[in-house]
């Protein structure tokens, strides 16, 4: 503790000379009994300072959000404790504060957007209700001049036709405009902090740069100061003056922007940055921080990231490093920064190259105008009167020994071409030819029969695994079903697909409760190449994974895919993993594949313009390529898919759309070379000048 | 929304029609008849008296004419006449339903506006001591039955303590006034509440517990709202919804509640009219009675799908 409050002493005095608006020091927050504690934030100390915007970077469970709900007071008590700190927020101490006195502060000085846009408001209050409330509350404002205020707020959020939206329902908004909404929400009262809890991770990459933008353009309009929690290293790099990295409770690393990234001194740091797959530059393997999270089940004594660490000494597990000055506002916890620096990421990468799959020629999976339509009902006799365009002609093939990657935003059909593929869905038109044979349709026996050689892998690990089936049971269920083998040959197939993935034999007779995502993950993988498949479905099995973990898996599934001779269809929207490990890809919108070709060309040479804009939005893990980087902002969001747009479904957002594209359905078109192959595009003005 | 009520009534067409072919087996499948319960106390009558009386009442006519006949009858807005004294069952239903409706009515607001808020309490309180005696009141209060609770309240309230009169629904003698019939009305309804009082209780502390955990709480708290604006306006709000339900779920088994309260109690709606009606074997009435209690069941299923849609912006019906 006495180093804390050396430390934050310390810090002030090198700061830039901008008076701090909030203090934190030595912040501790366990919850649960004592004795069997979780210590969730360990002698947390930061400076904010007015009109700053610091970002708060860590996987889950590292605390970074339970910092901030503690200066708000949003931490239930019990089970949460604060055990120790301070948080001076213009000299008055937060956490010291009864609770009446801080609710003046929350909302008021003192605001919070959230995660997940659409369970963050109150689903059956009005957006106008929820919008002046707290400038009622606050400001004692009448409800005409509230209504005011709301209204100037949604304008400056960019929420069109406002008096007329003040009166809808949450569920009326799509989740970008919510988010928006939520903003405007936070910023009514003219706060001088504004807290954003991870607020574009339940949002798409083009509808996050909307976000990301808006928050940045209302910070230099009312001069607050920014606290921005985020799992994503890349994200933040783009906006924020200072990046604080947490692990296990604790702030491991904290450093102006630049130096974080050109820079980096501790191990963890390095370690996620390493986790992450660029997307220009080649790539070789990627290099996952061994093991998983901790749970902070332990008094915080030691260095947390030490049983993950390769540079983990005997100190490391004896003793906590305090954050160190590295120079220049930089700090650091860790007992051999000096030494880390001096270990260039290059050396550490260049080791191992990523294994290179020999895809062959022959086509193994040829999906042919294939069509979802899911039909809406209505009326007394409930008929028929329209329907859901999830899949809406989508033709591709999926070569031997190849990965294709599907990419695109929520709602585009990916999932359900997918679903559709293995049969979990009934696909409403279309042929999907598996080794020479048409199964569009297909049901019992035959179905049953093709799904030997095919298997899925699903997105949610957590939700996707039988909770009251153990690891072995669900490995060996599908060989059961299939009637393969014996019972003591399933019994030994099962121990083989454990070692493969990287499961010890022990976890076979645990459930699924009793791992960690990363590993439910290697069950759910485990699970669909039990029956040795020739070809996977893989949707989005990384994204609900933390950032160290999601780099094991994709390694794994690469590991496989050589060893086993498979083929992949990955269905994915993190569009760097999907440079990273896929040989072929198709972009899709709203239920149609708008380019396809191989990776390189796709991502070097994006022709379509929604395909730019894509590749556009990605944030990547570069401070200075935040200004260089032209980023090509997405106006609205995608249309409802039951009433797609005329002609080319992009035409509405489109930059380069012309009267032609309201008109006629673009056919794609073979743009490619030589070098790059097959690449089509389906779009009237791609390869124009 | 009117196209989704007009399919709700269409499909209660055949339910309605069902309800009546298995009300028509049930009454018929009684021990004994109308005639016979007539003259069992009385001198033992002659054969040909009994089939008299019988051909008057229709009772020597096949089973399925017997049903077409009275089928017929309601088609025409007819329930029939009493076995017993010859009146009109739907006299005498109106007559007696509005007593019904108010013990019911009351019962059930006062089990629904009670049990809510001390559930909502109960929640906001969890594991401290409140919580737990609530919890345990209602434990209490779902395991009595209603005619036991209605037995015990008569014997405490109106047998030891004398507060409050034991049967009827105005003291005999006296003109009618509204304040003695409310006298009349507390215990009954009260034997009737409790049982749902608790019920309900259990169900909003649970919905409260769930609402306490969403996100758009935390919201409404990061804004710097009151506790009790947090609680009433953004909590309770979506607490109702879920109880809307289980509302609906709690009339039917009211109307069988009431039947057995209204005896002890000696009200004098439908449902001591129904236990007379069987003790005689009065098959219209008793006919009557559950044709008009599975109609007014199936409006109130129909009235809280409605509320539904009222209560929660994201329900559309079409």
Redesign the interface.
């Known amino acids: 503790m006495m180093g804390a409050d050396a430390l934050a002493v310390e810090r002030t005095a090198e700061g830039t000379g901008q008076q701090s608006v909030l203090s934190v020091q030595g912040l501790s927050v366990e919850f649960g009994p004592q004795g069997s504690a979780v210590y969730a934030v360990n002698d947390v100390s930061f400076e904010l300072a007015e009109g700053e915007s610091l970002a708060i970077v860590g996987e889950s469970g590292s605390g970074k959000s339970v910092t901030v709900?503690t200066l708000?007071?949003?931490i239930r008590k019990p089970p949460g404790r604060v055990t120790s700190g301070r948080a001076l927020f213009r000299g008055r101490d937060l956490l010291a504060m009864p609770d009446s006195e801080l609710?003046?502060?929350?909302?008021?000085d003192i605001?919070?957007i959230?995660?997940?846009p659409i369970?963050?408001?109150?689903?059956?209050?009005t957006i106008g209700l929820q919008l002046t409330?707290?400038l009622r509350?606050?400001q004692g404002l009448s409800e005409a001049e509230a209504e005011r205020q709301a209204l100037d707020m949604l304008d400056l959020v960019g929420i069109a036709n406002g008096p007329q939206r003040m009166r809808a329902?949450p569920?009326q908004f799509s989740g970008g405009q919510l988010q928006r909404i939520?903003i405007a929400?936070?910023l009514v009262c003219k706060p001088s902090i504004l807290i954003a809890d991870e607020p574009t991770t339940a949002l798409d990459v083009t509808i996050q740069a909307q976000i990301v933008e808006l928050v940045g353009r209302l910070q230099k309009q009312l001069g607050m100061a920014i606290i921005w929690i985020s799992h994503d290293l890349s994200l933040v790099a783009g906006f924020v003056d200072r990046v604080a990295v947490m692990y296990a409770g604790s702030i491991v690393e904290s450093a102006p922007v630049d130096a974080l990234f050109s820079a980096t001194t501790h191990p963890y740091t390095i370690g996620l940055l390493n986790s992450i797959p660029s997307l220009t530059a080649d790539n070789t393997r990627l290099v996952p921080i061994k093991g998983a999270p901790p749970n902070v089940t332990l008094p915080p004594t030691f260095c947390a990231f030490a049983p993950r660490c390769h540079f983990a000494e005997a100190r490391c597990r004896e003793a906590k490093p305090l954050l160190e000055a590295v120079g220049g506002g930089h700090t650091t916890a860790c007992w051999r920064w000096r030494e880390v620096d001096h270990l260039s990421r290059s050396t550490t990468t260049a080791q191992s190259v990523k294994p290179v799959g020999a895809a062959g020629q022959e086509a193994l999976l040829t999906v042919t105008d294939l069509k979802v339509h899911f039909p809406i009902r209505?009326?007394?006799?409930?008929r028929q009167v329209g329907a859901v365009h999830a899949v809406d002609g989508v033709s591709f093939e999926v070569l031997r020994g190849e990965t294709l990657a599907l990419v695109g935003e929520s709602g585009c059909g990916k999932s359900t071409t997918g679903r559709a593929v293995l049969g979990l869905e009934q696909p409403s038109a279309g042929r999907i030819v598996f080794e020479g044979k048409d199964y569009a349709g297909a049901t019992g026996e035959e179905l049953k029969l093709r799904r030997r050689d095919m298997q899925m892998v699903f997105q949610n690990p957590f939700g996707s695994l039988n909770p009251r089936m153990t690891v072995g049971r669900i490995i060996g269920e599908g060989l059961r079903a299939q009637k393969i083998g014996t019972r003591a040959t399933r019994d030994i197939r099962v121990s083989e697909l454990l070692a493969l993935v990287g499961l010890r034999e022990a976890l076979r007779n645990r459930y699924p409760f009793e791992l960690s995502g990363g590993q439910r993950q290697r069950v759910g993988i485990a699970r669909a190449i039990a029956t040795n498949p020739k070809f996977i479905i893989a949707d989005e099995p990384i994204s609900a994974l933390d950032v160290s973990i999601q780099a094991q898996i994709v390694n794994l599934l690469d590991d496989l895919k050589t060893r086993l001779g498979l083929t992949y269809l990955f269905v994915g929207h993190d569009l760097s993993m999907i440079r990273y490990l896929s040989d072929r890809v198709a972009v899709m919108y709203l239920g149609r594949i708008v380019e396809i070709g191989a990776t390189a060309a796709v991502f070097g040479t994006p022709l379509h313009p929604y395909t730019r804009a894509l590749l556009s939005a990605i944030p990547v893990p570069d401070p200075k390529a935040g200004g260089t980087r032209r980023r090509i902002v997405l106006g609205g969001g995608v249309p409802d898919p039951s009433k797609p747009p005329s002609g080319c479904h992009f035409h509405p957002r489109c930059p380069k759309a012309t009267d032609i594209c309201g008109k006629v359905d673009p056919q794609p078109r073979d743009l490619g070379s030589i070098a790059s192959g097959r690449h089509l595009v389906a779009c009237h003005h791609a390869g124009e000048a | 929304m009117l196209s989704y009520l007009l399919r709700k009534l269409l499909f209660s067409i055949p339910v309605l029609f069902g309800v009546t072919v298995i009300v028509f087996a049930i009454a018929h499948a009684m021990p004994g008849d109308a005639v016979l319960a007539m003259i069992t106390a009385e001198a033992p009558s002659s054969e040909e008296l009994i089939a008299m009386r019988r051909g008057e009442l229709g009772l020597d006519q096949p089973v399925y004419i017997q049903y077409l006949n009275w089928i017929g009858q309601i088609l025409h807005g007819n329930l029939g006449r009493s076995f017993v004294n010859g009146r009109s069952v739907g006299d005498i239903i109106a007559e007696r339903l509005p007593m019904t409706l108010e013990l019911m009515g009351v019962a059930l607001l006062a089990a629904f506006i009670i049990g809510t808020t001390l559930g909502v309490i109960s929640a906001l309180r969890q594991y401290k001591f409140t919580d737990y005696s609530l919890t345990l009141s209602g434990f209490v209060g779902v395991s009595i039955p209603d005619f036991f609770m209605g037995l015990l309240l008569v014997y405490v309230f109106a047998l030891e303590l004398r507060w409050l009169p034991s049967s009827g629904i105005s003291t005999a003698g006296d003109s009618f006034s509204l304040l003695d019939n409310l006298k009349h009305l507390i215990l009954p309804a009260a034997a009737l509440a409790l049982f749902r009082a608790a019920i309900f209780m259990r169900y909003a502390r649970a919905g409260m517990l769930e609402v306490l955990n969403q996100s758009y709480m935390r919201t409404a708290k990061a804004k710097g709202l009151r506790p009790s604006t947090i609680t009433l306006r953004h909590g309770l709000r979506n607490v109702l919804i879920p109880l809307v339900t289980v509302f609906g779920l709690a009339l039917p088994t009211l109307f069988g509640g009431s039947v057995v309260i209204e005896t002890i109690f000696q009200w004098p709606g439908i449902g001591l009219m129904f236990i007379d009606s069987v003790v005689n074997r009065d098959s219209p009435v008793i006919m009557g009675y559950v044709l008009i209690t599975a109609i007014i069941v199936m409006l109130a299923n129909l009235a809280t799908d409605l509320a539904y849609s009222v209560l929660d912006p994201r329900v559309s019906y079409d």
């Open positions: 709900q708000m007071g949003l609710r003046q502060i929350r909302g008021r605001a919070m959230f995660q997940d369970s963050s408001l109150n689903p059956v209050l409330e707290a509350e606050h329902f569920h939520g929400m936070a209505r009326g007394v006799l409930r």
